[in-house]
């Protein structure tokens, strides 16, 4: 007899199968206990029949609780009423782990406690959508950038350099100097398409930023696309093909997951339709103060509210084009017709999710860079690498980096940011 997930229910119907699960839930009446399991797939039905089992098999079922784990043998068979359309006709269980006292009972609970016990809330049936959708982009992401012809290279995550500021760095002894955790692999990745044409890398970034917000973490993930020959404009049609990849993708394979959050998936079509909406920042200045927004001038960021407003104005993502040079990072190139913008964009993701990619052409005249490395009071010596790529054989070429843990978010219509990933190390979480 075959040991299956319920993934495999299609597949195996009317048959007997063996399958590993966890008890979420239990009611019982004289006759009939009704099972509610979960096996890492799906979260489904088990029925034990008085009846059709051997007496201490329903004595078994009516005396599970929550989260005991057990090996089950049973008949598959449809259920329309339920999500996943099959249920478990159980005839026979056995007891691996006996579980007392769940934590986490079918309560409301505070996000502090579910944060404490985030090892057991991965358990719930929301949060491991929100991570099987996770799981799916992260999937995408790969066919995505494969099809396209990209090279996958990883940049060090131990690094001497700096590219998003000196402010938000985690230090760490390296032996007898000093090193920070990743902020981005950019740097590194410009060196890899000069190397390999198109690359993109996949990893974890740290930031020690002191923001508590539902869009911010200390530790995400970053996709990081780096296209040699490559203009900002074209750039950012990758940009918008990628994201609307994902959500295809996600559309297509995560279904289940998407009713499990009651994802309005009509809104989420939109999203595919290309191309995406185009603003330039000075624009958007413009746009925010014809609608009263006079907490803002040109020179500043945008804040959530600003961009949450500037994405209203579209029923998709938006691109907002050429911030202040002031404010962006020091490799971002000048615009060809003006010394005070560069040539970047960032995705504004629509409903309040705000920036998801962040990307710019990459500054190429060496004096410039130079320049602009010396203004943003890093030292050349570290940097000698770097302009080494300006130095020998140099080309127009762009990229991007887009949050992972922001996408999921976005995607799976998720409130805050920390339940985008398994572990979230936020300002004041290492535990667990
Ligand atoms: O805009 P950022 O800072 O861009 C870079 O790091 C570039 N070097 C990328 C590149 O061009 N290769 O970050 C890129 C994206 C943001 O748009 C956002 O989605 C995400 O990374 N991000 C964060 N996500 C969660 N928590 C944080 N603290 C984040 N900071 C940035
Ligand atoms: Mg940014």
């Not at 299956?4 to 009611?27: C, D, H, P, Y």
């Not at 009939?32 to 009846?51: H, P, S, T």
């Not at 590194?188 to 917000?213: C, D, I, L, N």
Request: net charge negative.
């Amino acid at each position: 007899m075959e040991r299956i997930t319920m993934s495999k229910a299609q597949e195996f119907l009317g048959k007997e199968i063996k399958i590993g699960a966890w008890v979420t839930n239990k009611r019982s009446s004289g006759k009939i206990a009704f099972l509610q399991l979960r096996d890492g797939d799906y979260y489904f039905q088990g029925i034990v029949l008085k009846n059709e089992v051997e007496p201490e098999v329903f004595e078994t079922a009516k005396g599970l609780t929550q989260e005991t784990s057990i090996m089950l043998t049973g008949v598959v068979q449809e259920d329309t009423r339920s999500k996943l359309g099959y249920e478990l006709l159980v005839k026979d269980i056995e007891v691996l782990g006996e579980s007392h006292d769940y934590p986490i009972t079918p309560k409301e609970h505070g996000t502090e406690f579910l944060m404490d016990h985030r090892h057991l809330w991965l358990r719930s049936s929301k949060q491991h959508a929100i991570l099987k959708i996770r799981n799916e982009i992260i999937r995408a992401t790969y066919e995505f950038f494969n099809k396209e012809g990209f090279m996958k290279v990883d940049p060090p995550i131990l690094t001497g350099s700096a590219p998003e500021g000196t402010t938000e760095l985690f230090h760490t002894e390296y032996f007898d100097q000093e090193a920070y955790l990743s902020q981005s692999g950019q740097l590194y990745m410009e060196a890899a398409a000069m190397a390999f044409g198109k690359v993109f890398s996949f990893g974890p970034t740290f930031r020690a930023e002191k923001s508590k917000t539902r869009r911010h973490l200390i530790e995400f993930w970053m996709m990081e696309p780096e296209m040699a020959f490559m203009h900002q404009d074209e750039s950012l049609e990758v940009q918008e093909q990628y994201v609307a990849y994902l959500i295809q993708s996600v559309l297509d394979n995560c279904d289940y997951y998407l009713d499990v959050l009651e994802r309005d998936k009509e809104v989420l079509k939109k999203y595919t339709q290309l191309p995406y909406d185009r603003i330039s920042y000075d624009d958007a200045i413009e746009l925010l103060h014809k609608n009263d927004f006079t907490d803002i001038t040109w020179g500043d960021d945008f804040g959530s509210p600003h961009e949450t407003f500037i994405a209203e104005q579209s029923d998709r993502p938006v691109f907002i084009l050429n911030y202040p040079k002031a404010i962006k990072p020091f490799y971002m190139k000048e615009h060809p017709d003006r010394d005070d913008v560069v040539l970047c964009a960032d995705l504004i993701a629509p409903e309040g999710y705000g920036e998801i990619i962040g990307g710019s052409e990459r500054e190429v005249n060496y004096d410039k860079l130079s320049q602009q490395i010396e203004n943003f009071g890093l030292s050349l010596e570290d940097y000698e690498w770097y302009l080494d790529l300006r130095r020998y054989g140099s080309v127009p070429h762009s990229g991007f980096g887009l949050g992972l843990e922001r996408t999921v978010t976005w995607i799976s219509g998720t409130e805050h940011i920390r339940e985008s990933t398994a572990f979230p190390r936020l300002l004041n979480r290492l535990y667990p």
